[in-house]
C-alpha cells in the first residue's frame, strides 16, 4: 500500500508538491498518516523535503513550478518574464513572482523575489499562461505588472510587445496612471519604429 503513495507522486508531471497536493494525490483525508508517510519516503530519500510542507521527487526539481507553491495565489512575472522576452537586457540571477505579498527567500542557492500587488489584478487570468505545473505572465501582463509597482522603469526593446494586447489588458489594472504611461511608451515605441 505505501508504495502506491509513492508511486502515485512519480507518476505526475509535476516536481513539486505541497502537503495539500501529497493529501489530495492519495485521497487521504488522515493527515497524520499522510505526515508518517511524507517523513518516511524523506528519511529514505525517495522524497526531497524543499522547506517545511513542500517536498520534491528529487533536487532537479522545477524552480519555476516551486516559485509558485510557496505562496499562492501567485505567477512569475516582472524581470523574469521581460528578460526572457528580449523586453529588457539585464540579467537577474533570482526569480520574481506576482504575489500577495513582498518577501524574498533563498532555497537550494535560488533566490526568489515575491512583489506584492492587489489582489484583484493578482487574481485576474487575463494574460496569465497556465503551464503544467505554474502560472506565467504573457510578456505584455509582465510589462504592465512591471509598471503597476514602478513608475519610471527603463524597457530596452518595446517591439517584442503585442501593444494590442497590452491595450487588451490594461482595464484589469483599473489605473489612469497607468493608462497614461502606457500611453508614453507607446508614443515612444512608434517614434522609435
Do not use: C
Not at 505541497?18 to 499522510?34: Q, Y
Not at 522545477?62 to 501567485?74: H, M
Not at 533563498?106 to 497556465?130: A, F, P, V
Amino acid at each position: 500500500m505505501e508504495e502506491t503513495g509513492l508511486s502515485k507522486i512519480l507518476r505526475t508531471k509535476n516536481t513539486v508538491f505541497t502537503f495539500k497536493d501529497i493529501s489530495l494525490l492519495w485521497r487521504e483525508t488522515d493527515a497524520n498518516l499522510v505526515k508518517r508517510r511524507i517523513s518516511h519516503y524523506v528519511k529514505t530519500g525517495k522524497l526531497y523535503s524543499i522547506r517545511r510542507g513542500i517536498y520534491a521527487k528529487d533536487k532537479n526539481y522545477d524552480q519555476l513550478e516551486l516559485a509558485t507553491k510557496i505562496y499562492t495565489p501567485s505567477y512569475i512575472s516582472f524581470e523574469t518574464v521581460l528578460a526572457k522576452a528580449g523586453i529588457i537586457f539585464q540579467y537577474y540571477e533570482q526569480i520574481f513572482i506576482a504575489s500577495y505579498l513582498s518577501r524574498e527567500i533563498t532555497i537550494d542557492d535560488e533566490r526568489y523575489t515575491y512583489k506584492k500587488i492587489k489582489d484583484s489584478i493578482l487574481t485576474n487570468n487575463l494574460g496569465i499562461e497556465i503551464k503544467d505545473s505554474y502560472s506565467l505572465a504573457s510578456p505584455e501582463r509582465a510589462f504592465l505588472d512591471t509598471l503597476y509597482l514602478h513608475k519610471d522603469y527603463h524597457f530596452d526593446n518595446l517591439s517584442s510587445l503585442n501593444w494590442k494586447k497590452v491595450f487588451e489588458l490594461l482595464p484589469v489594472y483599473n489605473s489612469k496612471t497607468i493608462e497614461k504611461k502606457v500611453q508614453q511608451y507607446f508614443k515612444a515605441f512608434q517614434n522609435e519604429y
